[in-house]
């Protein structure tokens, strides 16, 4: 069994900056890519960024130039930086990890999503 553990969000002004963490444990054979949804209210949980085991990354055309999303390789935890937060930021952000167990099935993973609100 896998466990991602999510940190980090909270409330933050217009224009603010927060630092999202995810750290994966348990059953770990290999991670094959990390990354990061969201979900407004009312709204279906969308892509914001992902990272993938070689280190490309890709970003919702919304948050591209403001987001940035690393990874630890050694401590199997990626990370969402977020500057200049608009309003419609606003959302359950979820960290979601594909992982191969040692027989290289794929599994899909999810956290238990953190709140961020950008609001004045």
């Known amino acids: 069994q896998v466990q991602l553990v999510e940190s980090g969000g909270g409330l933050v002004h217009p224009g603010g900056s927060l630092t999202l963490s995810c750290a994966a444990s348990g059953n770990i054979f290999s991670i094959n890519a990390m990354g990061w949804y969201r979900q407004a209210p009312g709204k279906q949980r969308d892509l914001v960024a992902i990272?993938?085991?070689?280190?490309?990354?890709d970003y919702a055309d919304s948050v591209q130039g403001r987001f940035t999303c690393s990874r630890d390789s050694a401590s199997n935890t990626v990370l969402l930086q977020m500057n200049s937060l608009k309003p419609e930021d606003t959302a359950v952000y979820y960290c979601n990890a594909l992982i191969s167990n040692a027989w290289g099935r794929n599994y899909n993973y999810w956290g238990q999503g953190t709140q961020v609100t950008v609001s004045s």
């Open positions: 990272i993938t085991s070689s280190g490309s990354t």
